[in-house]
């Protein structure tokens, strides 16, 4: 069955400082993992979308990761700001499976001063 | 643009009432998709829909009905609805039914009395 885990389940960090959330995944045949934020109430919205090649992308202060040896992806956040308070999503599409996706459970992320 | 639009943002509704929810998105895209996600859970699949065709149904109920009028639009018809039924509803759009990136509108809290 697929999989896909993420830790920590939630998380408090000082608004200025770095963390890195991880998600373990199952998913066979693999084929893209995407990292997704979502807002309280609102709709998730892409970060980052990495393919099997793919070790690193960026965008802005989020960096993603992919080991697709291990299955592991971790997304590490840089000099937090406030408003990166949500839950953050790890999203892993199969080859083959026409548009279904399996979603981890997130990570609730909580900034604080 | 490049936003999927959503309306309502919030509904109120009785088990005996029937309403719709609308889901809009002019990026040209031609798959669209509603998900239910409930309160601290991940997004749940309930139908796709590809080149205005409804392409996968994740056994939901009939009560659910969903449309598409045109590539365009997507609705979702609501009738005879039970409390538990009560979530967030996103919609989402691609470019095709494979690979590409979702992207996914505010969602439309329901609340079923």
């Known amino acids: 069955k697929n999989q896909v885990e993420q830790s920590p389940q939630s998380l408090i960090i000082l608004e200025g400082k770095n963390c890195t959330l991880q998600c373990n995944y199952t998913v066979s045949p693999f084929s893209n993992l995407r990292w997704y934020k979502q807002d309280t109430g609102r709709g998730p919205v892409s970060l980052t979308i990495m393919t099997f090649s793919e070790n690193t992308k960026s965008n802005g202060r989020y960096t993603a990761t992919l080991d697709a040896d291990t299955k592991q992806s971790s997304l590490h956040i840089t000099a937090s700001q406030l408003s990166d308070s949500a839950s953050y999503i790890c999203v892993v599409s199969a080859t083959g499976t026409a548009s279904k996706l399996t979603f981890g459970t997130g990570t609730r992320l909580q900034v604080t001063l | 643009d490049t936003e999927v639009t959503q309306t309502p943002k919030h509904l109120v509704m009785g088990m005996t009432n029937k309403k719709s929810l609308k889901c809009e998105q002019h990026?040209?895209?031609?798959?669209m998709y509603w998900y239910k996600q409930k309160a601290k859970k991940p997004p749940e699949l309930m139908f796709v829909?590809?080149?205005?065709?409804?392409?996968i149904n994740e056994s939901v109920p009939s009560r659910f009905s969903p449309e598409c009028p045109n590539s365009s639009l997507l609705n979702l018809h609501l009738h005879a609805l039970q409390p538990e039924d009560s979530a967030l509803y996103l919609c989402a759009s691609s470019q095709g039914i494979l690979l590409e990136k979702l992207f996914f509108g505010s969602g439309t809290q329901l609340s079923v009395l």
């Open positions: 990026m040209g895209h031609r798959a």
């Open positions: 829909y590809s080149y205005e065709k409804l392409s």
